[in-house]
Nanobody
Framework: QVQLVESGGGLVQAGGSLRLSCTAS????????MGWFRQAPGKEREFVAA????????YYADSVKGRFTISRDNAKNTGYLQMNSLKPEDTAVYYC?????????????????WGQGTQVTVSS
């Protein structure tokens, strides 16, 4: 079992930055791949970024590539999403998710564990 708690969301102006954190409970977090997803009002939850359990492989949605960076610190049981050059269209609730290591998936149904989400609002 893995429990995830996101933090770091907030209100920021366009062009600004935020860093989201995802703190996990459970000793097995270091063996889990981790993903970030987001859901805007009236839209489906969409993939943002994912990282392998070692941190050696990362994947990004085209919409955030070059602006967002996913990372993790297994010693701290924490994953991160650094978001730079934020745009109003990045406004959404951001969720972290985890699944046992192996292939990195970008689909919501592939992840076993989810956090409660943190709101990110980007004003124009």
């Amino acid at each position: 079992q893995v429990q995830l708690v996101e933090s770091g969301g907030g209100l920021v102006q366009a062009g600004g930055s935020l860093r989201l954190s995802c703190t996990a409970s459970g000793r097995t977090f270091s063996t889990y791949n981790m993903g970030w997803f987001r859901q805007a009002p009236g839209k489906e939850r969409e993939f943002v970024a994912a990282i392998s359990w070692t941190g050696g492989r990362t994947y990004y949605a085209d919409s955030v590539k070059g602006r967002f960076t996913i990372s993790r610190d297994n010693a701290k049981n924490t994953g991160y999403l650094q978001m730079n050059s934020l745009k109003p269209e990045d406004t959404a609730v951001y969720y972290c998710a985890a699944r046992p290591g192996g292939i990195i998936f970008t689909t919501t149904h592939s992840y076993n564990y989810w956090g409660q989400g943190t709101q990110v609002t980007v004003s124009s």
